[in-house]
């Protein structure tokens, strides 16, 4: 009967579930109000599987230029400080599942999941650990890595961990609201553990992060601090490294035992800490594309992560996303303090730690044409005489946002 259904309707079959509250009426995309606003039936001018609609039934404003763009980049034409990166696809790890990887535990990419989830606690229950059927298995508390198949991998599409880079499969709408700006919305109910969209935009430095936000606005700057983020999750995880060791230059870049170069860059005292050099003004805040619960004051410690001393001297820093001027529909989630989406780390193009693919799921079911949401978990008091109210009206909400 689904399987009928979703081909005479807008919903794909990635959407089917057995939850009875998960409605299969299409819901219009056009506006249900009077109003003669605006209305665009695709913002990202078919860069997207399906269309991304925008309505204002508020008033008369109109979206600010922006350029759409589905998934991240690093390089501006001209700009010789941008970040020099390549997913050579020769790094990747790959599985050679004949069966579209039914067997999670013969799946070499599952493993890497299931490794990343068991180093921070979780149980060793394929249920609970990566995809499920093409949901998130953990939707409620994300914390540990996904790994998705890859370029190298034998499996198909429809191998059940190729979830982002299937693309968005929801029909998301920008819509205006009361007083929170601009929003996205899902036309169709969403059930839980589904994938949403990513957060895409122009991949910073944290020196470029820093400066572009002091001098154009950080409200849509996201910070990719995963490794952050895990490693204080880990209790004692570098508690066995001495300093001495991590500050040592004379590290074998290689042997004949084919181990992975362990060049480290000596510590100086010019190193830029996590919070942002120094030398650069403190007015830029930062979303975390992380779990990490926000606290309502400085919930970290502002010091040299020892993980990013092994990509050398300058990447020592937390990179960051920056939506402003090019990025895709995620740039318009608003915050909440109660949020019904949630931010998983995903690797899928790179298995690169500083730069893995923020994408977010539903936390829970979630009715048609209800506001997405995701928290922005930022630091209150960490940008100094800068004040920003939340508006979320949740029952848990923390009166503000910075």
């Given at each position: 009967m689904y399987l009928n259904f979703v081909l005479s309707t807008d919903l794909f079959v990635d959407q089917f579930c057995f939850d009875p509250s998960v409605s299969l009426v299409s819901r219009s995309a056009r506006k249900t109000s009077g109003n003669d606003g605006l209305f665009i039936e695709d913002i990202s001018s078919g860069k997207e599987p399906?269309?991304?609609?925008?309505?204002?039934?508020?008033?008369?404003?109109?979206?600010?230029?922006?350029?759409?763009?589905s998934t991240r980049f690093w390089r501006r034409d001209g700009d010789p400080t941008d970040i020099d990166f390549s997913s050579d696809p020769?790094?990747?790890?790959?599985?050679?599942?004949?069966?579209?990887?039914?067997?999670?535990?013969?799946?070499?990419?599952?493993?890497?999941?299931r490794e990343s989830a068991l180093a921070l606690g979780a149980k060793d229950k394929a249920q609970d650990i990566g995809f499920a059927?093409?949901?998130?298995?953990?939707?409620r508390k994300p914390k540990s890595a996904?790994?998705?198949?890859?370029?190298?991998?034998?499996?198909?599409?429809?191998?059940?961990?190729?979830?982002?880079q299937s693309g968005i499969r929801l029909r998301l709408q920008v819509f205006k609201t009361l007083n929170r700006g601009w929003g996205v919305r899902c036309l169709d109910d969403i059930p839980k553990g589904a994938f949403v969209c990513t957060y895409s935009g122009r991949i910073l430095t944290e020196e470029q992060a820093n400066k572009d936000g002091y001098r154009f606005g950080d409200e849509y700057l996201a910070e990719l601090d995963h490794i952050e983020v895990v490693e204080k999750l880990k209790d004692g995880y570098e508690s066995d490294v001495s300093e001495e060791l991590l500050s040592s230059s004379n590290w074998a870049s290689g042997d004949e035992d084919g181990e992975l170069p362990r060049k480290i860059a000596k510590r100086t005292e010019k190193r830029p800490s996590f919070g942002g050099p120094s030398s650069l003004p403190r007015g830029v805040a930062f979303k975390s594309t992380s779990y990490r619960q926000s606290t309502g004051y400085l919930s970290f410690v502002k010091s040299i992560n020892k993980t990013r001393l092994l990509f050398g001297e300058r990447e020592c820093g937390c990179f960051a996303v920056d939506a402003k001027s090019a990025g895709n529909v995620g740039r318009f989630l608003n915050h909440s303090?109660?949020?019904?989406?949630?931010v998983q780390n995903v690797f899928v193009d790179t298995h690169d730690l500083r730069f893995p693919t923020v994408a977010f799921f539903s936390k829970r079911a979630i009715r048609a044409k209800v506001e997405l949401t995701w928290d922005y978990s930022y630091d209150i008091g960490s940008v100094p005489g800068k004040i920003v109210k939340c508006h979320c009206n949740s029952s848990v909400c923390r009166g503000r946002l910075l």
């Open positions: 399906v269309p991304i609609s925008c309505v204002n039934e508020i008033d008369d404003d109109l979206l600010t230029e922006f350029e759409y763009k020769n790094f990747l790890v790959c599985c050679d599942c004949p069966n579209d990887c039914e067997d999670k535990t013969k799946c070499a990419c599952y493993q890497l999941s059927y093409k949901r998130l298995a953990s939707a996904v790994y998705e198949c890859n370029s190298r991998c034998k499996c198909s599409s429809r191998c059940g961990n190729r979830v982002l303090c109660s949020p019904n989406l949630c």
